[in-house]
């Protein structure tokens, strides 16, 4: 059985900082692209930023580059996103989710496979 599993998520103040991590199961992590995507209230769910579990790449919406940081533990089978700077607006629900390789880069949510169940971040201002 396939899962992805989010951590992490809280409340937080404006500038600050939180990581979330996802742990994968169920299928073999290399041949994934692992994403990153939230959902906000009455918005549509908006890609984050995605990594290649074979080979690291990293790729980030322009709205978080320079204070989102992708990275993977491949012996862990988790991905992490370090979530600097924090705005108001980055608050949504947070989800990790898989597709395949082929996929990489892709902030299209058709694309991804599987889904977690979402994490709440809320930053205050």
């Known amino acids: 059985e396939v899962q992805l599993v989010e951590s992490g998520g809280g409340l937080v103040q404006a500038g600050g900082s939180l990581r979330l991590s996802c742990v994968v199961s169920g299928f073999t992590f290399d041949d994934y692209a692992i994403g990153w995507f939230r959902q906000a209230p009455g918005k549509e769910r908006e890609g984050v930023s995605c990594?290649?579990?074979?080979?690291?790449?990293?790729y980030y919406a322009d709205s978080v580059k320079g204070r989102f940081t992708i990275s993977m533990d491949n012996a862990k089978n988790t991905v992490y996103l370090q979530m600097n700077s924090l705005k108001p607006e980055d608050t949504a629900v947070y989800y990790c989710a898989a597709a395949d390789v082929y996929y990489s880069g892709s902030f299209v949510p058709e694309r991804y496979d599987y889904w977690g169940q979402g994490t709440q971040v809320t930053v205050s201002s």
């Open positions: 990594v290649s579990s074979r080979d690291g790449t990293s």
